[in-house]
């Protein structure tokens, strides 16, 4: 069993800062990708930064610049730093990590229950 358990979401106002962690937990054998998604409402799930294994970054164009996405792959954990946060940046936050439990199974993708962030004044 699995669980992907995310923090660090709450209210801030524009331009303001907020990191949020992802701890990965359970039966984890190895991770591949992980990443954090968000979705605003009457919006679909939309990738924000994604980060390999051997650290290699991918960002949305929306975010470029103003968020950074870590990895501690001794913690399983992932890390977005979120800066000069905008009110269109409101959302719930989804962490997301593409795993496996054992050497036999295959990859699969696993997803926290979110964390909102909202961004107003």
């Known amino acids: 069993q699995v669980q992907l358990v995310e923090s660090g979401g709450g209210l801030v106002q524009p331009g303001g800062s907020l990191r949020l962690s992802c701890v990965a937990s359970g039966s984890i054998f190895s991770i591949n990708a992980m990443g954090w998604y968000r979705q605003a409402p009457g919006k679909q799930r939309e990738l924000v930064a994604g980060i390999t294994s051997g650290g290699n970054t991918n960002y949305a164009g929306s975010v470029k610049g103003r968020f950074t996405i870590s990895r501690d792959n001794a913690k399983n954990t992932v890390v977005l730093q979120m800066n000069s946060l905008q009110p269109e940046d409101t959302a719930v936050y989804f962490c997301?990590?593409?795993?496996?439990?054992?050497?036999?199974?295959?990859?699969?993708?696993?997803w926290g229950q979110g964390t909102q962030v909202t961004v107003a004044s």
């Open positions: 997301n990590a593409d795993l496996r439990s054992s050497a036999i199974s295959s990859y699969r993708k696993y």
